[in-house]
């Protein structure tokens, strides 16, 4: 089998091992509505075993004798000591003295540290905002009703830009901001991606507390993470919990979305989306999006990096959209199984070509395979979509393509605009 072979399968819908479905820079998007996703476990799988940290012992035949004998000392030494306590420690220079009772006066020195979170939390709360959204939705019957929802955003300037996801906000009818005094605000959509799960909102008010944007690179597993937000409704509206960023670079599947986040053991729960991942200097280093659900899973919860946030935001507040660039195919894998069944090169299959994109206008064809971009060597459809992210629309990409007569064709393509 050679090429031609492949070519004929593809003519003819014959599937191919280990293809992945991709639009026009390799990957096909749609908004999620959940903000959370389950794993199910396996109905086999052993359940883990659970034990008691709490080791009891009984006592020995005589220790009735010496449990009273030890209460007797206790109780004529505590005698004692209270009385030394009541005259003498009262003149040193003690603080913080808790008393049990009026009757019996017990000196315990607390050392009373201040959590780091109390500063974090009163520096970013005010710049957190609950957001109320009301959409029309249509049951399993076609009839429609009203739903209401609940969600987060964080005050990025004094305009009243606010950013949060886009899963939060989109296909609303009526936005609502809860300012963190309690105040309730309209507001607009500025502009929104579902590829990234971003949003940008508006109000119309002035000189608000706006939050300081960190630098999510300079990250480290272990480092303290406190999130806000609005878990569970407006009633609970700029909670704050606190943990540590517990990974970075997750890669996570939301849907048929690959997104890479942070990930904190910091509670977020329903509500908290488009909410505010804070490092210890009080910035906000991610935008709080999803948690894995299962019943062996406690404290797994994922941010958008806010370094792959800030550009998102800049052509949303600028252009109401993201321009994104693309190749202009539909593309499959062709993996070394593959590739050796059919005598051909590993690297992405072309099965489409889109009229009037880069792709077709630099002669690439259905069932010819990209193997390289700019002399770089691409196995997969991953790469090829990670490649094409890193450019910009204008872009000109050197691609080597494996073709008919089982040669390879170095073309030009230059990079488009997105329509999505």
Known sequence: MDYEDIRKDINEDVPIENTEAADMTGEMYECEESIEYEVQADENEVKPAFYREVIEKKPKKWGKTAIALALAIGLAFGSAFGFIADNILDDMNGKNIVYASEGAKYNYTIDKTVSPVVPIAKKVSPSIVAIKIKKNVRDFFGDSYLSEGTGS????NAQG???TNNHVVDGSNDIIVVLKDGKELPAKIVGKDAQTDLAVIKVEEKNLPYAELGDSSTLEVGELAVAIGSPMGTDYAGSVTAGIISGLDR???????????????????????????????????????????????????????????????????ENKKVARPYLGIQGSTVDAQTAKQYNVPQGILVRGVVQGSGAEKAGLRIGDIITKIDDKKVDTIEQLIEIIRGHKV?????VEAYGELNRYKTIQVKLTESSD
């Open 153 to 156: 955003g964080i005050i990025i």
């Open 161 to 163: 830009h606010i950013v």
């Open 251 to 317: 890669k996570i599947f939301v849907g048929d979305k690959n997104m890479t986040l942070i990930q904190t053991d910091a509670a977020i729960n329903p509500g908290n989306s488009g909410g505010a991942l804070v490092n210890s200097e009080g910035k906000v280093v991610g935008i709080n999006t999803l948690k894995l659900i299962e019943s062996k899973v406690e404290g797994m919860g994922f941010a958008i990096p806010i370094n792959e946030a800030k550009p998102i935001i800049q052509q949303l507040i």
């Open 394 to 398: 204008g872009d000109v990409l050197k």
